[in-house]
């Protein structure tokens, strides 16, 4: 027993200065040190820590450090990126990158890091900036090493804490700390298991969450908005001071609170103003002819321009600037709208919103500064939801960036949370009438005359009023890339604006739209809306489905044949209805004409993950039957 203790010993003495003798010769982060389990991932992330001190409601430091080994060329993680403006300051930054068998390969110099002006092409005043570092090397796997501290000189919140970053990203250590300093308090909320251990330093109270061994997630189709999937611990102050403006975040009336505070008194305009939206209110008989036409006033004598500077993030210009210079951001037209409304005698609140292609989750017994965006509200037994920053959305139109969520309207009693209104598959449609006049050849001359409403209309607004004919058409051929060779030789966009409709029409010319082989012709009687966004086969799904972007699509065609065609095989009826969307289609020969009819509706859906081969055969149904041709043989 006596042999076998100093054997361990010998071995873990070995160890040790084995150990040390690599940290001398500046060998660190091997890769042959990551477990096995970690190894199929884009990145790991070996060590990453934020420590986040708290020193009042609005002084603050970071230190952050991050050791990302980098496998592949498919990940970011090679690169750091930190903002700071006049609140936040950049103390330090440094950077190492060694090879696989940890190997010190270099220091990274100070030219390498970059400074940018985070203004963006829409923005004329912020007071943004980036640090911009990237790492390269030839060799894979390689590792990285950053490290970087932040002051902060006024708080809005509290940073989060991600560990995976993104999908495919595996994590071999991570941790979080947060000191709190006498009289300041905290909430937090995490996705995952994970729980603060508690202790006392330096008379702060200090909060530590852990992470080990993380496997990288695989991002899935159709899956829930990224801050469900991946970890995530979401930490928020309760006190906070900003620019010498004092808040509290401890509940959403609260913060609303702040916001309704500091933004009063920002929607008083000039009596040149005043007149002026009286006179456009002249004949308007009801509130919903106000609102129209006053939102039109503000699309047609102001543009959207994003102004970030100081507390700008959260307080708008007032409304007499945006009457003088005829631009503002979200904040300043919602506010500059809320102001004519009121003018008019119609109520109306902001609403803070985080717009997104998915709903970011928002619960009501957490509340933090996460919005990204501001709208206007006009209560009512058919509430008006107002996007002031577009230049062609009629009102009330709520699109795919804003429906289906959480927002926060900004009242005199605070903040409260409401719904935005749900986006419906019978509200989103399109109604397509097509006809084909086909000659001997196979050659068509094609007619589109299409109606869009709701989100399916977007697009067709924002390309009637934003692109070109030459960009149009170039964005009709690349929609059309199923067909063979064809000419564009007709198009307009038509848009009406008090309601979400709009209309396309155009004409085309396509060449062997048809098949001849032999007497016979073959066609596909869907001519222009296959469906082929059919996802990818999974073998184990592990998050539920989702769609939150319903629509229909209704095509009525008809297809002038050449003279001497008789049916021989024509696509059957066919009805499907399912959780995910219904499908149907019907088609008949009369009067040397092939008429075909076909509905698809995707509906909208949060189904278990069990029932993702269900979808994935639904939607190849409807690839396949979009796919049938028609088989006609000439009389001879």
């Not at 933004?263 to 002819?289: C, F, H, P, R, Y």
């Not at 509430?383 to 009330?396: H, I, K, M, V």
């Amino acid at each position: 027993m006596k042999n076998i203790l100093n054997v361990i010993l010998i071995s873990l003495l070995a160890l040790l200065a084995s150990e040390a003798t690599a940290q001398k010769k500046g060998m660190a982060y091997p890769v042959a040190a990551i477990p096995a389990s970690l190894m199929e991932a884009d990145a790991i992330v070996r060590d990453y820590q934020i420590d986040y001190t708290v020193k009042s409601a609005s002084r603050a430091s970071m230190w952050e450090k991050r050791v990302i080994t980098i496998m592949n060329d498919q990940t970011y993680l090679n690169g750091l990126v930190i903002h700071y403006n006049s609140f936040c300051q950049v103390k330090a930054i440094t950077g190492k990158l060694y090879d696989a068998n940890g190997k010190l390969i270099r220091k990274i110099d100070k030219e390498e890091i970059k400074d940018y002006s985070a203004v963006s092409d829409f923005s004329i005043y912020e007071d943004s900036r980036v640090k911009f570092l990237e790492v390269n090397y030839p060799n894979y796997p390689y590792t990285v090493a950053f490290e970087y501290e932040l002051e902060y000189k006024g708080i809005r919140n509290y940073p989060d804490w991600s560990p995976q970053f993104d999908y495919g990203i595996a994590v071999q250590n991570s941790a979080y700390r947060i000191s709190l300093g006498k009289g300041v308090d905290m909430r937090h909320k995490a996705n995952f298991d994970t729980k603060p251990a508690k202790s006392e330093k330096d008379g702060m109270t200090v909060y530590e969450w852990t992470t080990r061994n993380l496997k990288p997630i695989k991002e899935e189709y159709y899956s829930p908005v990224d801050r469900e999937i991946l970890p995530l611990l979401r930490v928020a102050p309760t006190v906070f001071s900003v620019d010498d403006y004092e808040g509290d975040m401890s509940t959403w009336k609260s913060f609303g609170n702040f916001i309704y505070k500091l933004n009063k008194g920002q929607d008083v305009l000039s009596a040149t103003m005043k007149e002026k939206v009286q006179s456009l209110i002249a004949d308007a008989k009801t509130d919903e002819e106000k609102i129209a036409v006053l939102y039109q006033y503000l699309q047609k004598n102001t543009r959207y321009v994003s102004v970030q500077l100081g507390i700008g993030g959260w307080q708008s210009f007032d409304a007499k600037y945006v009457e003088r210079n005829k631009y503002g951001d979200c904040k300043a037209l919602t506010w500059f709208m809320k102001s004519m409304l009121q003018e008019a005698g119609v109520e109306a609140y902001p609403a803070l919103i985080a717009a997104s292609s998915k709903p970011e989750p928002i619960e009501a017994s957490y509340s933090d500064s996460r919005f990204n965006h501001v709208i206007l509200y006009v209560p009512g037994d058919e509430p008006t939801w107002l996007e002031c920053t577009s230049s062609y959305d009629p009102p009330g139109h709520v699109g795919r960036s804003l429906a289906n969520r959480k927002a926060l309207l900004i009242t005199p009693e605070g903040g409260q949370l409401i719904d935005t209104p749900k986006s419906e598959s019978g509200q989103n449609t399109g109604h397509a009438k097509i006809e084909v006049a086909l000659d001997e050849e196979g050659t068509a001359e094609v007619k589109v005359r299409s109606t869009k409403t709701g989100t399916s209309q977007e697009w067709h607004r924002y390309a009637g009023s934003s692109l070109s004919a030459k960009e149009l058409k170039e964005e009709l051929e690349e929609s059309l890339s199923e067909l063979p060779s064809l000419t564009v030789t007709h198009q307009e966009i038509k848009t009406d604006e008090t309601r979400p409709i709009s209309e396309y029409h155009y004409d085309l010319e396509v060449s062997k739209l048809a098949t001849i082989q032999g007497n016979r012709l073959f066609i596909r009687p869907n001519v222009i809306h296959q469906f082929t966004r059919v996802p990818d086969k999974e073998k184990e799904r592990k998050q539920r489905i989702i769609n939150q972007h319903p629509y229909t699509q209704k095509d009525e065609v008809e297809i002038a044949l050449p003279e001497g065609y008789a049916s021989e095989s024509i696509p059957e009826g066919v009805e499907i209805d399912t959780d995910f969307g219904r499908y149907k289609i019907s088609c008949e020969m009369k009067d040397n004409k092939l008429f075909y009819q076909r509905e698809f509706s995707v509906k909208n859906f949060d189904l278990p993950a069990n029932r993702y081969q269900d979808m994935y055969d639904f939607y190849k149904k409807v690839k396949k039957h979009d796919r049938v041709k028609a088989v006609l043989v000439k009389k001879t």
